[in-house]
């Protein structure tokens, strides 16, 4: 079992920055991927970047991509999301998901965190 723990969320003016975090917690859980997706009222979960446990590898959504930097600290069991330059359609719940396998497809995951809400107001 893998618990997740997301903190950081809070109301920001477009163009400013939030720093997410994403408490680990579980047997070995420093050997899963780790990933943010997000969710906006009326829309579907959706993949915004992710990192590897063994190389920290990232990835990113194309919303993301020079506007967001995901990183972890596996002796801390933490995951971060630096997010910059911030847009009202960033709006949304932001989940932290661990798994074995990466994939933008949030079906495939089944450790999830309770969410943090990230509001952007222009």
């Known amino acids: 079992q893998v618990q997740l723990v997301e903190s950081g969320g809070g109301s920001v003016q477009a163009g400013g920055s939030l720093r997410l975090s994403c408490a680990a917690s579980?047997?070995?859980?420093?050997?899963?991927?780790m990933l943010w997706f997000r969710q906006a009222p009326g829309k579907e979960r959706e993949f915004v970047a992710a990192?590897?446990?063994?190389?920290?590898?990232?990835s990113y959504a194309d919303s993301a991509k020079g506007r967001f930097t995901v990183s972890r600290d596996n002796a801390k069991n933490m995951m971060y999301l630096q997010m910059d330059s911030l847009k009202p359609e960033d709006t949304a719940i932001y989940y932290c998901?661990?798994?074995?396998?990466?994939?933008?497809?949030?079906?495939?995951?089944?450790?999830w965190g309770q969410g943090t809400q990230v509001t952007v107001f222009s």
């Open positions: 579980g047997r070995a859980v420093s050997w899963y991927y």
């Open positions: 998901a661990a798994g074995r396998s990466l994939t933008a497809s949030p079906s495939a995951f089944s450790y």
């Open positions: 990192v590897s446990w063994s190389d920290q590898s990232t």
